[in-house]
């Protein structure tokens, strides 16, 4: 044998021996371990074969490598926020991102590099100090998985979908390599993947390279509250609002409808509002603000009618917060309790199919569950939850001017993207089961009539089309697949509703 073939033979033992040790020093928690991660959703009861917590890029690379040892498949989990738990599927390692919390601002560039479990409230709490920020996730405590199906809150009418501000991801592949992708190198085609997919399934992704932005010390917020019984003329005005404004204010408003129905709701009727926010001067918001006012006031010619919404204040200086008090003033429990969630993005919100469909759901749950005749173990806590979310200004808008070569992956733009609907349905008890499945089947029969195309991270596991419903054109799921045949030949992240590889 020739000393160059001894060399090479002796190099590849050494690898195979490094790797070896590598995977059987890997700490991998089982079900039956007192320490084994319960899921925030225990609806959905999927139980992985072990789970790991690695701390840096080098050990979820060994991670991967010992799960393939052991002829596993994997799931990655970083917030542990996935409406249908993919985050964690049965039989599979499970690959915890969550100690993974380092942030890295550089002031002087604007940016920002996050690694993968950092909660949103834990980015915005480091930035803000520094009056920067960028658009993230609207629930506080949503990982940084967020940005990989979209990522929209308050500043994405500025800024877009936090999709939009990634500058480069740093990435293991299925082989354990770890790379960098960014639109200049020559992964830029997995980072265009990446930027938008939600869970496409190329790799695991580390950390984040983020665009951040300088933000005023003080942003103008208020709130419209209404009854539902007004749901249809409120949507309608807010709709009218948002497209009869300039593109600058469509840039710097964030206004969304919330409604919740709860156990202590008084007469059983939903809580309803609109939540307006500015980010721009405090003047200019409270003027808008005002124009959007106008439509729920009565005109001063009829002092007879009966308003259709009423406002807490009107004062600037009460009014007027930081963003870490908008942001951190909002509910993030993560206590684990039964939900279900399901979201669309709303095909037209003046239309009255969308307002129906939310007052349907609620009529349902007054009269089939929260009823008391109708649980079959009364709940201390019970919480449906519907939302329209906003999505205009930079954030719908067609970066290239060609949805063949689109600037990312997130194809959601437009004006039949304008908005999205949400629904949570919340409880704790395994023996209200069949009511709220009961719910669940007619939300299902009535989404059609708010929109066919699905928030990236809300993928729906009830969904037949979602290859169209989520990447929205057939060019963009091949361009995709081919995508995923080049950094995971062999499917190794095959999740339910990652991309498929190309046929052959």
């Known amino acids: 044998m020739k000393l160059n073939n001894i060399l090479l033979f002796l190099s590849f033992v050494l690898i195979t021996i490094n790797q070896i040790s590598k995977t059987q020093a890997v700490q991998c928690v089982d079900y039956n371990n007192p320490n084994y991660y319960r899921f925030i959703n225990p609806l959905m009861n999927n139980r ?27 799931s990655i989990r970083s917030g542990g926020h ?57 629930c506080p405590t949503v990982g940084m998985g967020v940005v990989l199906g979209g990522g929209s809150n308050y500043f994405g009418g500025k800024y877009g979908y936090m999709a939009d501000n990634i500058l480069e991801f740093t990435v293991v592949l299925e082989d354990g390599s770890i790379v960098k992708a960014n639109p200049k190198n020559k992964y830029s085609d997995l980072y265009w993947a990446l ?39 409120a949507l309608a005005l807010l709709d009218s609002y948002v497209r009869s404004a300039t593109e600058q204010t469509r840039e710097n408003i ?22 307006f926010f500015y980010n721009g001067p405090l003047e200019e918001g409270d003027f808008e603000f005002r124009k959007l006012l106008t439509g729920f006031l009565c005109p001063p010619s009829n002092p ?48 009255n199919d969308v307002p129906k469909a939310i007052n349907d759901f609620y009529k349902y749950a007054v009269t089939n569950i929260i009823n008391s005749t109708s649980l079959v173990k009364p709940e201390t806590l019970l919480n449906i939850n519907q939302a329209i979310f906003y999505h205009g200004g930079k954030q719908n808008q067609d970066r290239t001017g060609s949805i063949d070569s689109p600037f990312n992956s997130f194809l959601h733009r437009g004006d039949e993207a304008m908005w999205s609907y949400t629904i949570v349905a919340q409880y704790n008890n395994t ?6 499945s009961g719910l669940r089947k007619l939300v299902n029969s009535k989404l059609s009539s708010i929109g066919d195309k699905l ?50």
């Open 431 to 436: 023996e209200n089961d069949p009511l709220f």
């Open 48 to 74: 992985a074969y072990c789970y790991i917590k690695p701390t840096n890029a080098s050990e979820i690379s060994d991670a991967i490598l010992y799960a393939q040892s052991i002829n596993r498949g994997v």
């Open 82 to 138: 996935s409406a249908t738990q993919f985050s964690m599927l049965n039989k599979t390692v499970n690959i915890d991102l969550s100690s993974l919390k380092g942030i890295e601002i550089d002031v002087e560039a604007q940016t920002v590099v996050v690694q993968a479990g950092v909660q949103v409230i834990e980015l915005y709490n480091a930035t803000t100090k520094l009056l920067l920020a960028t658009t993230a996730g609207s």
């Open 304 to 351: 007879t009618c009966t308003p259709l919404g009423k406002v807490t204040t009107m004062d600037i200086q009460t009014l007027k917060k930081t963003f870490w008090e908008v942001i951190s003033s909002m509910s993030y429990d993560n206590n684990p309790l039964r939900q279900f969630t399901k979201g669309r993005f709303v095909k037209k919100l003046s239309k």
């Open 195 to 233: 930027a938008g997919s939600g869970g496409g399934g190329f790799g695991v992704v580390v950390d984040y390279k983020i665009k951040v932005y300088p933000i005023p010390q003080y942003f103008y917020k208020n709130t419209i509250r209404f009854d539902i019984v007004n749901l249809d003329k």
């Open 254 to 275: 964030y206004a969304n409808m919330y409604s919740q129905l709860t156990l202590k709701s008084a007469n059983m009727t939903p809580s309803a509002s609109i939540t």
């Open 455 to 504: 928030n990236n991270n809300y993928p729906d596991d009830e969904f037949e089309d979602w290859q169209t419903g989520l990447y929205v054109t057939k060019s963009n799921y091949k361009k995709l697949q081919e995508i995923k045949g080049k950094y995971d030949p062999n499917n190794y992240f095959n999740y339910p509703q990652s991309i498929e590889l190309p046929k052959k």
